[in-house]
């Protein structure tokens, strides 16, 4: 299987999260898959959970022909009960749980004014309250143990304001505000709480998800890259070039490690300048 974290040497030393369990939830593809397999290459029993086995076996079954330690288990984070559950046998399984990375999420272009009920609920149950119930059903495993971190998937888009992405950006500015929150109501326990913004990474996943419908007249900055990748990215990303899921799982080995023990409610943007420069 071509993972689309290609780079398997790291620059962190191989032994950094040894002993540590790490659940990732969207962890068997695009970003999700980069993580798993950096946190996993660097000694931590990775747990990968996802909806689809088409994604979760596969991965599972990549990182362990590397000889990797890896799991894997069907989770849709929607379901509350499910998400406990999943959290209760991982924690029960392995005897701690020490990192979560809220990864999943699903996203699309509509427009505001026809954007179904349940099109608008699909994507804040996945990214926020998703986001939600996993921190809450990790709580009292990593607060037992003496802490734990958590680091969240968030974007960009809603500094300002982007076009017929209005659920996934309200749920995303959730993302935040619960990150800042949790990360002060949970320091006293221990539980570092910080989430990562990631500029254009263009997995299979996201270039799906972010492809505008043609009638929108919203950029297609993916089809622009499948065209003049080199020269887009020199024009609209300011570090030059386009993001990989080793950019963004780098960010999250940092935050895991003792480098991050001093940082929570954080929010960092990870993206090359992008949003910074975008007109
Ligand atoms: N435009 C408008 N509405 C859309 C849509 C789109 N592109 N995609 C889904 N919806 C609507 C559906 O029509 C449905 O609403 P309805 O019942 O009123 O028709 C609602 O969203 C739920 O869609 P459904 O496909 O039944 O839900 P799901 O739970 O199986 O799908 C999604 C989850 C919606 C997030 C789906 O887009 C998905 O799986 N995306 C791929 C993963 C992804 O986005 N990853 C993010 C990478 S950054």
Known sequence: MA?????????FRADLLRG????????????????????????????????????FETARDALLAKGLSVSSVALDVRDQE???????????????????????????????????????????EIDLYGTFHCSQAVYQTMKSQGGGRIISTSMTLHYRGWPQMAHATAAKAGVDALTRTLAV???????????IAPGPIPTEGVR???????????PDVFAAATERMESYA??????????????????????????????????????????????
Do not use: C
């Open 82 to 124: 499910r998400v406990r559950a999943v959290v209760d046998d991982v924690a029960q399984t392995h005897g701690r749980l020490d990192l979560l990375v809220n990864n999943a999420a699903g996203n699309f272009y509509a427009p505001s004014a026809t954007l179904s009920p349940n099109a608008w609920k699909a994507v804040l």
């Open 234 to 279: 020199r024009d609209r990303i300011p570090l030059g070039r386009w993001g990989t899921p080793r950019d963004i799982a780098n960010m999250v080995a940092y935050l895991a490690s003792p480098a991050g023990d001093w940082i929570t409610g954080a929010i960092f943007v990870v993206d090359g300048g992008e949003w910074l420069a975008k007109g």
């Open 20 to 55: 540590q369990v790490a659940l990732i939830t969207g962890g068997g593809s695009g970003i999700g898959l980069g993580v798993s397999e950096l946190l996993a290459s660097l000694g931590a029993h990775v747990v990968i959970a996802s909806r689809k086995p088409e994604h």
């Open 3 to 11: 993972s689309e974290s290609a780079e398997s040497d790291s620059i």
């Open 185 to 195: 109501e949970w320091a006293p326990d221990r539980i570092r709480v910080n989430a």
């Open 208 to 218: 799906k998800a972010f492809t505008p419908p043609a009638e929108s007249g919203i």
